[in-house]
């Protein structure tokens, strides 16, 4: 998909190189806790390429792109998987995209994701209730805040 601009409430975002930088990747160091947590503190988060199933999280997507193309949300020029939007769409949540949707909860709740955050933290997870799952169209954005309103309920 080349000519895609990134944007952030309707103006471009510089997206060299420079700007954007590189991430580290922590995957070389998945098996050891007290590593992966130095990593946290260093850098404020974990980039672990390849730690989900390819094929589950292709299922999830899926599903959600055929929630936006069945409330016709999609640019029908451009095949349903890329999630492209028209470019009159307006959305700024959604959340009927992780609502009943076993393959979304499937990456989420069970498998590589749990069982990573149980090493991690070193005992049983749980995860909230709720998946908040928003969706934004070019143009809109979601101010800076924080969830403790909404997630520590």
Partial sequence: MTGLMLTYQGEPMDS????????????????????????????????????????????????????????????ERYPAKAGIVKKDAHVSFMPELARDNPALDKVLYSGAMMEFYQFFLGGPVRHFDYTWFRAKTPGTATAPHYDIVFMGR
């Fill in 16 to 75: 060299s190189p420079q700007a954007l930088g590189e991430l580290r990747r922590s995957d070389d160091a998945v098996e050891n806790r007290s590593e992966l947590h130095s990593r946290m503190r260093e850098d404020g988060y974990l980039f672990l390429p390849g730690m989900l199933d390819r094929e589950e999280v292709l299922a999830a997507h899926r599903t959600v792109v055929e929630r936006l193309a069945a409330v016709e949300i999609l640019d």
